[in-house]
């Protein structure tokens, strides 16, 4: 069966500090991997997808990057962080193009 | 300009009763609709979803009805529980660009034992 963890599972982080949230996925080869945007009591934005090792596409720009070191890994991160970075991160797979997402547990980031 | 709607923002109803939550959409190109339910502070977790070659998809108690003429849906959900009790995301998507899913903003349903 297929688990996508994410880490950590929470973070309290000052404005203009550093970020790098995980995800893993584990039981799936060579899944399309995405990462998802959720404000507190709100949609989910679409950030950036990956469908291979190395390639990461971004969908809207938030002054973040993302990164696919390895098949079964997708990386969230900026140099310095907003207020208007906090919120609800959520990972996301799928087994190709036009497919099912199955979305990871999340990590919710406060930035004071 | 929003290109996934969701109505109502919220909704009540007692357990037992016929939920019934409603999606439009703009671009007349969305071609698969799934629908994710969320709990407070977990990932969304899809229920159910239709393609638009189909006008209704059943799951369980969970059932999508499509209209394409219209680009309307609604999710019923019959015999509410009040484990239904969530959020619930209707998403689009054209097919093109790797899957990017629109979402709307959410219906949030509350069932009262």
């Known amino acids: 069966a297929q688990t996508i963890h994410q880490w950590p599972v929470a973070e309290i982080k000052a404005v203009g500090s550093p970020l790098s949230l995980g995800c893993t996925i584990k039981?799936?080869?060579?899944?399309?991997l995405y990462w998802y945007w959720q404000a507190t009591g709100g949609t989910l934005q679409q950030l950036f997808y990956?469908?291979?090792?190395?390639?990461v596409e971004s969908v809207v720009q938030l002054n973040l990057s993302a990164s696919r070191p390895k098949d079964d890994q997708f990386i969230l991160s900026t140099e310095k962080l907003l207020l208007s970075h906090s919120g609800f991160y959520l990972c996301?797979?799928?087994?190709?193009?036009?497919?099912?997402?199955?979305f990871g547990p999340g990590t919710r980031l406060t930035v004071l | 300009q929003q290109q996934v709607r969701q109505s109502p923002q919220s909704l009540t109803v007692w357990e037992g009763e016929t939920a019934i939550l409603n999606c439009s959409y703009e671009?007349?190109?969305?071609?698969?609709f799934p629908w994710y339910q969320q709990f407070p502070g977990e990932g969304p977790a899809l229920l159910i979803a239709?393609?638009?070659?189909?006008d209704k998809k059943e799951d369980g108690r969970f059932t999508i009805f499509f209209n394409k003429r219209e680009k309307k849906l609604s999710l019923h959900i019959t015999d509410s529980q009040p484990g239904d009790s969530a959020t619930y995301f209707c998403?689009?998507?054209?097919?093109?660009?790797?899957?990017?899913?629109?979402f709307g903003k959410g219906t949030q349903l509350i069932i009262q034992p």
């Open positions: 996301a797979w799928s087994l190709d193009n036009y497919a099912e997402q199955f």
């Open positions: 039981g799936k080869s060579s899944p399309n």
């Open positions: 990956s469908i291979t090792v190395g390639q």
């Open positions: 671009n007349s190109a969305f071609d698969y």
């Open positions: 239709i393609r638009s070659v189909s």
């Open positions: 998403a689009a998507s054209d097919g093109e660009g790797a899957d990017r899913l629109t």
